[in-house]
């Protein structure tokens, strides 16, 4: 324990050491947040008060976008805050909170993604029992296996973690604080630790990922032998087409980062996979959702032509007070 409370402090890896490119980099990942506030917490808001919308698919789509607003929100505000300061440090306890809600809603993510393509398999394969199988009480059920799992997680990795001692140079060769680069700094025996990111990590991604895939692969072949209609094909494939474009840049992020690098080059594409996996996946998803899908972008369409149009009606009422008042005044 006296190893664990000497370190009081680590020093993050930055992003470039050129002065000149810091503010540029700062102003790209500022935009990029808020793309991902506003996007994700659009959504949040249609998912809630649209009731043409108050189904499964939707359901997880909001609680999607809930976890991209947390999740950038854990390594984007200290990575732009390196950016602007020469001091780079990130307090032990503030370290150890980072890596567990990192692991924590990126499991997540991976396990709701995996819901949601089970989603979309029971919509399209049985459409007629859809509301039986994918009943409320089971989709509130599924989303808090999702969160609990990956919060005890990642409660495993941050405990195990905090524990180690840490002797060599406590400078972390990387960008925010997660358990691989953790354990290089770390003395004294961590083969648990490693065997746990061995083990669990890579199940738990695994598994998930399995699963997404085989919803796909039931999906498709269920459409190729079972429906003629190319209209309900094309439906089909345009509803699945979003998720699995957010599945393929989750997954893609992922293996860049996780997979052992092979050479200098491997390591600057794992650092530059990390920051994409962080920055621009979670401001991107909204925008995947829109685009593809019609439902969603109507309600956006409603959702601002109200607001809009409540504005216009409140200055046009603020113009006529103010003509009404100047009228009254001018005639004694």
Same mark, same amino acid.
């Given at each position: 324990?006296?190893?664990?409370?000497?370190?009081?402090?680590?020093?993050?890896?930055?992003?470039?050491?050129?002065?000149?490119?810091?503010?540029v980099i700062f102003m790209t990942f500022l935009i990029l947040y808020m793309t991902d506030l506003l996007g994700n917490g659009s959504i949040l808001v249609i998912v809630i008060?649209?009731?043409?919308? %108050? +189904?499964? &698919?939707?359901?997880? /789509?909001?609680?999607?976008?809930? $976890?991209?607003?947390? @999740?950038?929100?854990?390594?984007?505000?200290?990575?732009?805050?390196?950016?602007?300061?020469?001091?780079?440090?990130?307090?032990?306890?503030?370290?150890?909170?980072?890596?567990?809600?990192?692991?924590?809603?990126?499991?997540?993510?991976?396990?709701?993604?995996?819901?949601?393509?089970?989603?979309?398999?029971?919509?399209?394969?049985?459409?007629?029992?859809?509301?039986?199988?994918?009943?409320?009480?089971?989709?509130?059920?599924?989303?808090?296996?999702?969160?609990?799992?990956?919060?005890?997680?990642?409660?495993? %990795? +941050?405990? &195990?973690?905090?524990? /180690?001692?840490?002797?060599?140079? $406590?400078?972390?060769? @990387?960008?925010?604080?997660?358990?691989?680069?953790?354990?290089?700094?770390?003395?004294?025996?961590?083969?648990?630790?490693?065997?746990?990111?061995?083990?669990?990590?890579?199940?738990?991604?695994?598994?998930?990922?399995?699963?997404?895939?085989?919803?796909?692969?039931?999906?498709?072949?269920?459409?190729?032998?079972?429906?003629?209609?190319?209209?309900?094909?094309?439906?089909?494939?345009?509803?699945?087409?979003?998720?699995?474009?957010?599945?393929?840049?989750?997954?893609?992020?992922?293996?860049?980062?996780?997979?052992?690098?092979?050479?200098?080059?491997?390591?600057i594409q794992e650092r530059f996979a990390a920051v994409t996996h962080t920055t621009v996946t979670p401001a991107l998803n909204p925008l995947i959702y829109t685009l593809r899908?019609?439902?969603?972008?109507?309600?956006?369409?409603?959702?601002?032509?109200?607001?809009?149009?409540?504005?216009?009606d409140n200055t046009r009422r603020s113009q006529n007070c103010m003509l009404f008042l100047s009228r009254l005044f001018s005639h004694p």
């Amino acid at each position: 324990m006296e190893n664990i409370t000497a370190v009081n402090e680590f020093i993050l890896l930055e992003l470039t050491s050129v002065r000149e490119l810091q503010p540029v980099i700062f102003m790209t990942f500022l935009i990029l947040y808020m793309t991902d506030l506003l996007g994700n917490g659009s959504i949040l808001v249609i998912v809630i008060s649209e009731p043409r919308l %108050h +189904s499964p &698919m939707y359901f997880f /789509l909001g609680n999607l976008a809930c $976890l991209d607003i947390c @999740y950038s929100s854990v390594t984007l505000p200290k990575l732009m805050s390196t950016l602007l300061s020469t001091r780079r440090t990130i307090s032990f306890l503030g370290c150890i909170m980072q890596l567990h809600f990192f692991h924590f809603l990126g499991c997540t993510e991976a396990i709701l993604l995996a819901i949601m393509g089970f989603d979309r398999f029971v919509a399209i394969c049985y459409p007629l029992r859809y509301t039986v199988i994918m009943s409320p009480q089971v989709c509130v059920l599924l989303a808090a296996v999702a969160w609990l799992t990956s919060f005890f997680y990642a409660l495993m %990795h +941050s405990v &195990m973690t905090a524990r /180690l001692s840490f002797c060599h140079s $406590l400078k972390l060769n @990387y960008f925010f604080c997660d358990v691989k680069p953790l354990l290089e700094l770390a003395c004294g025996d961590i083969q648990l630790n490693q065997w746990l990111i061995f083990m669990v990590t890579c199940s738990l991604a695994m598994a998930a990922c399995f699963l997404t895939l085989l919803s796909y692969f039931y999906i498709i072949g269920f459409l190729l032998l079972k429906s003629q209609n190319c209209g309900v094909l094309r439906k089909a494939l345009t509803t699945c087409g979003s998720h699995f474009m957010v599945v393929s840049l989750f997954y893609g992020t992922v293996g860049f980062t996780y997979i052992p690098p092979t050479s200098a080059g491997s390591v600057i594409q794992e650092r530059f996979a990390a920051v994409t996996h962080t920055t621009v996946t979670p401001a991107l998803n909204p925008l995947i959702y829109t685009l593809r899908n019609k439902e969603v972008a109507l309600a956006l369409r409603r959702l601002f032509g109200r607001k809009l149009k409540k504005v216009t009606d409140n200055t046009r009422r603020s113009q006529n007070c103010m003509l009404f008042l100047s009228r009254l005044f001018s005639h004694p």
